[in-house]
C-alpha cells in the first residue's frame, strides 16, 4: 500500500512538471515570435496546432491557452495592446485569404490584440504596422488575441 501511495504521488509530481515545461515552451515560443515577454502562469494550454514543415518551413501555429481568472493578470501585461476590432489589413489577412482548411483563432469582439511583423526584421518597416501585410508576397507575422468574454489568449504565426 506505501509503494502504491509513492507511485502515485510521483506520477503526480511528473504530470505537474509536463505540464510547467509546456507552458514555459508556450512562453518562449511567444518571446522568441512575437518579441513579447509575457507571464502565463496560471493559463494552462487547450490545443496547439502546428502546420509548419517542408523545405522551407512555410505554416501556421496557433496556441490557445485557458487564462480563466488570469484576466486583469493579463491585462496588466498588455499596455502597449490594441482593442478589438483587428485592423482591416489583419482581418483579411487573417479571415479572407488562403484555403478554407486553415487553423486561425476565431473571430473575437472584446478584448485585445498585439501584431508583430517578423518579415520586417529583416526590413526597415515598423515591426508593430500591418500597413504594409496585405502589399508583398510573403507574410511571416505574429498575432497575440486576448479574448475577455472567454478569459482565452490565442497566439497565431503565419510563416509564407
Not at 518562449?28 to 512575437?34: L, T
Not at 479572407?96 to 486561425?104: A, D, Q
Request: charged share 25%; hydrophobic share 40%.
Amino acid at each position: 500500500m506505501k509503494k502504491s501511495a509513492i507511485i502515485l504521488l510521483i506520477l503526480i509530481l511528473l504530470v505537474g512538471l509536463a505540464s510547467c515545461a509546456s507552458l514555459s515552451k508556450a512562453e518562449r515560443r511567444i518571446q522568441k515570435g512575437a518579441r513579447i515577454d509575457l507571464d502565463l502562469s496560471g493559463c494552462r494550454i487547450e490545443t496547439e496546432h502546428d502546420t509548419h514543415g517542408g523545405f522551407m518551413g512555410d505554416g501556421e501555429y496557433l496556441l490557445v491557452l485557458d487564462c480563466s481568472g488570469e484576466g486583469e493578470k493579463i491585462l496588466a501585461q498588455t499596455g502597449e495592446w490594441t482593442a478589438f476590432p483587428l485592423s482591416d489589413n489583419l482581418r483579411e489577412a487573417l479571415y479572407e485569404w488562403g484555403p478554407s482548411e486553415r487553423i486561425v483563432p476565431p473571430e473575437i469582439s472584446s478584448g485585445v490584440w498585439y501584431f508583430y511583423d517578423r518579415f520586417a526584421d529583416e526590413t526597415a518597416f515598423d515591426r508593430r504596422s500591418d500597413a504594409r501585410l496585405l502589399s508583398r508576397p510573403a507574410v511571416n507575422y505574429s498575432l497575440l488575441m486576448y479574448d475577455s468574454d472567454t478569459g482565452r489568449l490565442y497566439y497565431y504565426e503565419m510563416d509564407t
